[in-house]
């Protein structure tokens, strides 16, 4: 039998709020355990949850980006569980109407195609806290800090086939909040995690199978290897014409498996209702107008006028795009160095890049300002300094605070492109070795580059390598004549 596989995701996502979805504690991260639960947070009776209406706004952009609808009204629901981190009793999310409905995103496949993925809906809800099991030998601590930090769940249809359209919609999503500023999409911080659904059926069949959940993916790679796992597991079940079980997994990154947590429960589990203390959420057309005005520039806009625009190459364009602080940084490039934009594309993608993978950090942690990149940039440009004394000058400008001018002045890096300079140690060069000078003009054309090796040794590599070359050729075709 072949069978097909059937995904569709649910991503939790961190919303980028200062304080709680229901209270006014601070949501920052890293903060000592539990001085950011207030008695909401923490469940206390006799309290009231107050709406955070930014929470509403990020989760309005996120359903307009998606061409989804917004629900003119929507309402919260207590979904009933007990867990050590959840100190209430229930959570507060949404069910039966979710403020963000019938939307849709197109993903890349096989590099080359486009997939519509449809999104069923996006609901508000409140995070819970966290247990930490290895703080204490025969007992786990409970932080919570995190509980009713703010979320968007965003539910996928099951229209994802494999676990690398299950990554691209993931890494598309993940691209989206945060070019709409709705989260900052930290991974492992965990503000950005999603539960992968997984079931097979017969080829062609038309009917969903029995589904696994595996709960909280936190990479885009994990999510690959845990679908690819349980693919192959239930492939294995089914092939022995048994059934699988509907549960809730989990994946084990270090043992690259996926493990049963627990049977998977059922809404009536949950005992959804309305929470009696909450007001129903009533979206405004005006406001969904002033949302949709101030919605910024996404990915493929960016891409089309970076082409358009700054004639920069479509590669070029989509690799600077796809991560927001990278084309942030790029456009205040640019604003300040005009002379060529592909140049600067060229030198942000394989220099400031090349730097920031080899020392495995982000754009964002760089303390070098876009301004003192563009001053670099046009000394390159006007041939002050070479490109490879540029790498010099770009690790300092980062490690140091130093200005560009300085570091030039202080390392004597400065190119030299004075013709009487270098004329005359080209003379220098071919006088002291003649022989590879004969072995030139008798017709070895290769032996040129180490006489231009030599004039830059002479120069630590300082001249202008460009009049070297032509320098060297007017010389010698001199000593040719003679
Ligand atoms: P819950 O997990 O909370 O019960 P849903 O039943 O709405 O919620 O489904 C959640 C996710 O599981 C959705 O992304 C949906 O597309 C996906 N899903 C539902 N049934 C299947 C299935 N048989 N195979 C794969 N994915 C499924
Ligand atoms: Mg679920």
């Not at 995103?105 to 449809?118: A, G, L, Q, V, Y």
């Not at 990554?167 to 492992?188: A, E, T």
């Amino acid at each position: 039998m072949k069978w097909e596989t059937v995904i569709g995701l649910e991503i939790h996502v961190q919303l980028a709020c200062e304080s709680k979805i229901f209270s006014s504690s601070s949501t920052k991260y890293g903060m000592p355990q539990n001085t950011q639960a207030s008695l909401v947070d923490l469940g206390y009776p006799g309290v009231l949850p107050v709406l955070n209406h930014q929470a509403v706004v990020m989760a309005i952009k996120f359903g307009l980006a998606v061409d989804a609808e917004i629900a003119e009204k929507s309402i919260f629901a207590r979904k009933n569980y007990f867990y050590p981190d959840l100190p209430k009793g229930y959570q507060i999310s949404q069910y039966e109407l979710p403020i963000v409905f019938n939307g849709s995103i197109e993903i890349p496949i096989n590099d080359k195609s486009m997939k519509t993925i449809r999104i069923t809906r996006a609901h508000l809800e409140e995070d819970a806290g966290k247990s930490i099991h290895d703080k204490f030998d025969n007992a786990s601590a409970i932080d919570l800090n995190r509980a009713g930090t703010p979320l968007l769940e965003i539910v996928s249809e099951p229209d994802l086939s494999s676990s690398e359209e299950a990554s691209s919609y993931m890494q598309k999503i993940h691209q989206l909040v945060r070019y709409l500023k709705i989260s900052d999409g930290n991974m492992q911080e965990g503000s950005f995690r999603c539960d992968a659904n997984i079931s097979l059926r017969p080829l062609g069949s038309n009917v969903l199978g029995t589904r696994a959940e595996i709960k909280n993916i936190n990479s885009f790679k994990f999510v690959e290897k845990a679908i690819e796992f349980e693919v192959e597991r239930q492939k294995a079940i089914l092939d022995e014409g048994e059934s699988v079980t509907q549960e809730t997994r989990l994946y084990d990154s270090e043992k690259n498996e996926t493990r049963s947590m627990r049977s998977k429960e059922e809404a009536t589990d949950y005992r959804y209702f309305p929470d009696p203390d909450l007001l129903p959420i009533l979206v405004e057309k005006d406001l969904i107008k002033e949302i949709k005005k101030e919605l910024p520039e996404l990915f493929d806009q960016k891409v089309d006028r970076y082409i358009k625009q700054y004639s920069i190459r479509k590669v070029d364009a989509v690799e600077i795009a796809k991560n927001i602080d990278i084309a942030e940084f790029f456009e205040a490039l640019i604003h300040h160095f005009k002379e060529n934009y592909q140049q600067a594309a060229n030198w942000l993608l394989s220099e400031l890049m090349g730097y920031l993978n080899k020392e495995n950090i982000s754009i964002t942690d760089l303390t070098i300002t876009a301004d003192a990149s563009a001053e670099l940039l046009q000394k390159i440009h006007e041939n002050v300094v070479s490109t490879s004394m540029a790498k010099i000058i770009l690790k300092q400008l980062i490690e140091t605070n130093d200005s560009v001018d300085e570091i030039i002045e202080a390392q004597g890096l400065k190119q030299i492109s004075d013709r009487g300079q270098i004329e005359a140690i080209v003379k220098e060069v071919i006088e002291l070795f003649p022989d590879q000078r004969d072995q030139y003009l008798s017709g070895k054309e290769q032996v040129l580059g180490f006489l231009i090796g030599q004039v830059m040794k002479k120069t630590s590599g300082k001249a202008n390598p460009k009049m070297v070359n032509q320098i060297l050729l007017e010389k010698l075709k001199e000593n040719r004549r003679r």
